[in-house]
Antibody, heavy 118, light 109 residues
Framework: EVQLVESGGGSVQPGGSLRLSCVVS????????MNWVRQAPGKGLEWLSY????????FYANSVKGRFTISRDNSRNSVYLQMDNLRDEDTAVYFC???????????WGQGTLVTVSS | QAVVTQEPSLTVSPGGTVTLTCGSS?????????PYWFQQKPGQAPRTLIY???NKHPWTPARFSGSLLGGKGVLTLSAARPEDEAEYYC?????????FGGGTKLTVL
């Protein structure tokens, strides 16, 4: 059974940085793309970033381009989201999702909460 | 940047049929937007129901189906059950970015 576990969330001041991790088990991680998605409190889903299986293709939403960096380590079955210059509006639950075949969003983690506040 | 539109809320009776739509501010939704549909219940992570317009994952109940109609992506729920009450999000792809719709709160009542 596939399992995705996010970690690294917490409280940070505006302008600060955090690095989120997502570890995948029960799946052939190195063969699939990964995405990060967030959800602000009481709001809808927002796609943030995509990385393909070999890190050759990486895409970002306009809202985080230049501030967030996605990466992966296939030897550790992990994908990361480095978040810099955080703003109040980045407060959200952050989810990772793994693809499978032509589906970019096959399975999701339970999310990790990031709170940006002074 | 494009905007993806969904009905804010819909209500369906148990056993009834409801259609949720997904529109794009850039024009008709096509198979090239690879429409997705997700279900999210309070306090839970999203669950993917439909990908690439009408493809289902193994866990997708047969009563859910995806299609294109009238220039929009469509999620049809037939024979609705109380456990289908949830928020439903669509997603469309635009070249190298993807955008979620604002979500439809579906009430089964």
């Amino acid at each position: 059974e596939v399992q995705l576990v996010e970690s690294g969330g917490g409280s940070v001041q505006p302008g600060g940085s955090l690095r989120l991790s997502c570890v995948v088990s029960g799946f052939d991680f190195g063969r699939e793309n990964m995405n990060w998605v967030r959800q602000a409190p009481g709001k809808g889903l927002e796609w943030l970033s995509y990385i393909d299986k070999s890190s050759s293709n990486i895409f970002y939403a306009n809202s985080v381009k230049g501030r967030f960096t996605i990466s992966r380590d296939n030897s550790r079955n992990s994908v990361y989201l480095q978040m810099d210059n955080l703003r109040d509006e980045d407060t959200a639950v952050y989810f990772c999702a793994i693809g499978e075949g032509s589906s970019w969003f096959y399975s999701w983690g339970q999310g990790t909460l990031v709170t940006v506040s002074s | 940047q494009a905007v993806v539109t969904q009905e804010p809320s819909l209500t369906v009776s148990p056993g009834g049929t409801v259609t949720l739509t997904c529109g794009s501010s850039t024009g008709p939704v096509t198979s090239g937007h690879f429409p997705y549909w997700f279900q999210q219940k309070p306090g839970q992570a999203p669950r993917t129901l439909i990908y690439d317009t009408n493809n289902k994952h193994p866990w997708t109940p047969a009563r859910f189906s995806g299609s294109l109609l009238g220039g929009k992506g469509v999620l049809t729920l037939s024979a609705a059950r109380p456990e289908d009450e949830a928020e439903y999000y669509c997603l469309l792809s635009y070249n190298n970015i993807v955008l979620f719709g604002g979500g439809t709160k579906l009430t089964v009542l």
